[in-house]
């Protein structure tokens, strides 16, 4: 059996004060902020793409997603849209999303990148999650390829590497009810 090596002055799990080391050592931060230094290598990120068909063009599958408000009715995730600036689309356009999925919830701030109308939207995702999502339209025979990327880095108080298992498969699948909640939002308009 090998003796026990710890110093004499270890008490509970803690060194004492006369213990030079320990006061050299810099204290653990308290709360949801990484250790100095840990903060790239505790984000995780993941990345998710789909894609639907839509029957209609791709101007009539832009009028119902250009208007960034009435994203809450087709992204189930999307709780509420808060805009912080006076403008309400385009390039430079910011809002706060409250999003929400299982028990995590989370108030995204969102700036639009890119705005082709008929084409393209661009975000950047600014708040506790960071990155970026674009939207993409394009013609196809008998409608609109709608396509969606998201590349998300997540801090590690919402999940680290288990939330990368489990959250990559949780969002496609949220997401991918999305676009058939779109796809039903356009088909609506257009009877």
Do not use: Y
């Amino acid at each position: 059996m090998v003796p026990d090596r710890r110093p004499a002055d270890l008490h509970r799990g803690r060194l004492r004060a006369r213990d030079r080391s320990a006061r050299e050592r810099p204290r653990p931060r308290r709360g949801r902020r990484a250790p100095p230094g840990r903060h790239h290598r505790r984000r995780v990120t993941v990345q998710i793409a789909i894609e639907t068909e839509i029957p209609a063009t791709p101007t009539q599958v832009w009028a119902a997603v250009e208007d960034l408000s009435t994203h809450t009715e087709w992204m189930a995730d999307a709780e509420t849209i808060t805009f912080v600036t006076d403008q309400h689309s385009g390039v430079g356009t910011e809002f706060d999303c409250l999003t929400v999925v299982g028990p995590l919830r989370t108030t995204d701030r969102m700036r639009v990148t890119e705005w082709e109308p008929g084409a393209v939207m661009g975000i950047e995702h600014r708040g506790a999650v960071t990155g970026t999502g674009r939207f993409t339209l394009t013609a196809v025979p008998g409608g609109t390829r709608f396509a969606w990327a998201e590349e998300l880095r997540f801090p590690w108080w919402l999940g680290g590497p288990v939330g990368e298992v489990f959250g990559k498969p949780v969002l496609k699948l949220v997401w991918r009810r999305n676009l058939d909640r779109l796809r039903a939002h356009v088909l609506r308009t257009l009877a």
